[in-house]
């Protein structure tokens, strides 16, 4: 079955709410955890990593989360903007050598 | 830098037919990956290289999907003969340390009728 999968397949949000979208993960061994943004009709887009040292990350507007204690991971997404709506993936990968492993995906929909 | 190159964007064939899928990766990167993404499967990868070696093609679905990397700046992905049920995006990506820093193409859109 999939080592990593995401709790809800959409999300909807006004523009400038703060946005979460929730991931769990299987393998406790995972080193390595990315979220990546996909837009309609493109390649997905790298949005923020972390690795399993830490349990925060923050870039512009975004945050991640890990808990390693219930292999959740979580991307935080503030003052969401029309231009966040995509469908974003977290992917992990078990161990250092191997590829990229890709949960489903959540779409997430900002209306103005 | 314009990124990852992939070609053609789309490709119609003909159940049968031979479809060979290309891939230019980002000058410098070491790390050559190709996924299938699916409404169903989501995103899956078949295979990677690592300086032109594949390292891991358990993903690759049947004998009839090939992948080849003669040099750093090229990769192909052949299906042969190509089913209906090949139909998907397939992604090229490539990376400098193999981590999660992937670059992705913008993908060929394969339907197979």
């Known amino acids: 079955g999939e080592s990593v999968g995401l709790h809800l397949p959409t999300l909807s949000v006004q523009e400038g709410d703060n946005s979460i979208i929730n991931c769990a993960y299987s393998?406790?061994?995972?080193?390595?955890f990315i979220w990546y943004k996909q837009e309609s009709g493109k390649g997905p887009q790298f949005i923020i990593d972390?690795?399993?040292?830490?349990d925060k990350r923050q870039g512009q507007r975004v945050t991640v989360l890990l808990n390693k204690t219930v292999k959740h991971l979580s991307l935080q997404i503030a003052a969401t903007q029309p231009g966040d709506s995509a469908v974003y993936f977290c992917?992990?990968?078990?161990?250092?050598?191997?590829?990229?492993?890709f949960g489903k995906g959540t779409t997430l929909s900002v209306s103005s | 830098d314009a990124g990852v190159i992939q070609s053609p964007r789309h490709e119609v064939t003909e159940m049968g037919q031979e479809v060979t899928l290309r891939c230019k990766p980002i000058s410098g990167h070491n790390s050559l990956f190709w996924y299938r993404q699916t409404m169903m499967r989501g995103l899956e990868l078949l295979i990677y290289f690592n300086n032109n070696v594949p390292i891991d093609d358990s993903g690759m679905p049947e004998d009839r999907f090939s992948a080849k990397m003669p040099n750093a700046s090229f990769s192909t992905l052949k299906i042969q003969p190509s089913e209906p049920r090949d139909s998907a995006v397939y992604f090229c990506a490539s990376s400098s340390t193999g981590d999660g820093g992937y670059t992705f193409g913008s993908g060929t859109r394969l339907t197979v009728v």
């Open positions: 992917a992990e990968i078990i161990q250092a050598g191997t590829a990229l492993i």
């Open positions: 972390i690795r399993s040292n830490m």
């Open positions: 393998n406790s061994a995972s080193d390595y």
